[in-house]
């Protein structure tokens, strides 16, 4: 079982940026998909997630009305649309599937992991 993140890069202030993260191994139907972000010294923390039934989306304030998450079960895969990109944006973003969950902040609810992809926003 495997997440496999992608569509990083480094671009300027106000850009946009799409990550997917793909699922493989197994189907990611019954599981809520998030997207957290760490910055150098810091902490992993949320950014997006959709429940497991699709049913809600969630979103950090800091990007609220700026980035959108969305997932494509016939393709096992998720995505994070990322507009108006701010330099305070860059981190590596992960992406994280959690089994019939609600969306949760909480990294420790996540069981499946992608590996990274890096953001960065510079002008």
């Known amino acids: 079982v495997q997440l496999q993140a992608s569509g990083g890069g480094s671009v300027r202030p106000g850009s946009s940026l799409r990550l997917t993260c793909q699922g493989s191994g197994q189907s990611f139907s019954d599981y809520a998909r998030a997207w957290f972000r760490q910055a150098p010294g810091k902490e992993r923390e949320f950014v997006a997630a959709?429940?497991?039934?699709?049913?809600?989306?969630l979103y950090d304030d800091s990007v609220k009305g700026r980035f959108t998450i969305a997932r494509d079960n016939r393709k096992n895969a998720w995505y994070l649309q990322m507009n108006g990109l701010r330099p305070e944006d860059t981190a590596v973003y992960y992406c994280?599937?959690?089994?019939?969950?609600?969306?949760?902040?909480?990294?420790?609810?996540?069981?499946?992991w992608g590996q990274g992809t890096q953001v960065t926003v510079s002008s």
């Open positions: 994280a599937a959690d089994f019939k969950g609600l969306g949760s902040r909480d990294v420790r609810r996540y069981k499946y």
């Open positions: 959709v429940t497991w039934t699709a049913a809600g989306t």
